[in-house]
């Protein structure tokens, strides 16, 4: 059964930073900070409405919840508890801060029921930490991660690609240094620049300059292929469609179905490694991959199907659902 979330949007109250990317009520569409009433609310709809309830969390997204005052934080999590349990939601999923992580707030988290912790890590290169004014280091990151480990919840880390001053071989560094982590699940991010916030201002001075769409998307699909062979899911890869994003950003990497790009390069990579060891002058192939991938690796908009054939080579791609995700077999 596939996992769900109950998202509940806490904005940017309590956080004290202000990262160049950040601009919090752009990403999670609202300023609205909710009371504990209306997240009871919220999980008693959401619990009347859903057939699985065990599949799925409450989620408290959006600014650090573990910098919020500590009255506020209690309060909503208070109002969520009592949906926790037998019957019930799965558990309680908050994101934060990695410098806003120790004993007494780990303590707090797991005395209320939740379950999962994610840390927007974002790079594990202190040179782009600095100069995207995160405010904590990597090792940060790693302490932190260390005591969320020790006290059972899951993990999961959230980056982000192509930030200012940091280029393809620094964010492939990133993902290097969370497979050493091995969280639970991770975030992929590539950045959008939002109107009003420290990126958008460099953007517009010429002072940042991002890398290109092309290799954000072989960048991204390389950290994909990473992750997959070291069994970490990936949950989440660009923005979600939101009018919000579209209207406020004003560079960077956005498209909604980013994820699509990202893994449709992985098949096209893959075939093209079976087309050069063939070395033959076949000019029709059949190639096989998973059955739940077939679009994929067609590629958005059979792009894939066009790359081959502007070389000479039809393409016909069959399903098979013995063959894992990302493989490619030739059929004979
Ligand atoms: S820590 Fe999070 S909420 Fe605070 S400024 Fe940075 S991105 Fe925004």
């Known amino acids: 059964m596939k996992h769900s979330n109950i998202s509940i949007f806490i904005p940017h109250i309590g956080c004290p930073h202000m990262c160049s990317f950040c601009d919090q009520r752009t990403i999670s569409g609202s300023q609205h900070a909710p009371s504990g009433e209306e997240v009871r609310e919220i999980c008693s709809k959401a619990l009347c409405e859903s057939k699985s309830p065990e599949n799925s969390e409450i989620a408290f997204f959006g600014g650090s919840f573990t910098a919020v005052p500590r009255d506020y934080m209690a309060e909503l999590l208070e109002a969520a508890k009592p949906f926790v349990g037998s019957g019930k939601f799965h558990g309680i999923r908050i994101s934060t801060r990695p410098d806003c992580i120790d004993r007494e707030i780990l303590d707090i988290l797991k005395s209320y029921g939740v379950t999962s912790i994610e840390l927007g890590a974002q790079s594990m290169m202190n040179h782009v930490l600095e100069a995207n004014e995160r405010g904590h280091t990597a090792h940060d990151v790693d302490q932190a991660c260390v005591l969320i480990r020790e006290y059972g919840f899951e993990l999961g880390l959230q980056m982000m690609m192509g930030l200012y001053k940091s280029m393809p071989d620094d964010d492939l560094e990133t993902v290097r240094r969370i497979l050493d982590i091995h969280p639970d699940t991770v975030r992929i991010y590539p950045v959008v620049i939002l109107k009003g916030t420290k990126l958008a201002e460099l953007y517009e001075a010429g002072i940042y300059k991002t890398y290109s769409f092309d290799e954000m998307i072989e960048t991204v699909s390389a950290a994909l292929m990473m992750f997959a062979d070291s069994g970490i899911r ?11 994003v579209e209207k406020d950003m004003t560079g960077g990497f956005y498209h909604p179905a980013f994820r699509e790009l990202c893994e449709s390069r992985i098949y096209r990579g893959k075939m093209s490694e079976i087309i050069a060891y063939e070395q033959s002058d076949t000019k029709k192939l059949v190639l096989a991959v998973s059955s ?8 958005h908009k059979k792009s894939n199907i066009e790359y081959f054939r502007q070389y000479g080579i039809e393409v016909e791609i069959v399903g098979d659902e013995n063959i894992a995700k990302y493989e490619v077999q030739l059929r004979r």
């Open 292 to 299: 739940s991938c077939i679009s994929k690796a067609a590629g």
């Open 234 to 244: 990936v949950i989440k890869c660009g923005l979600h469609a939101s009018e919000f």
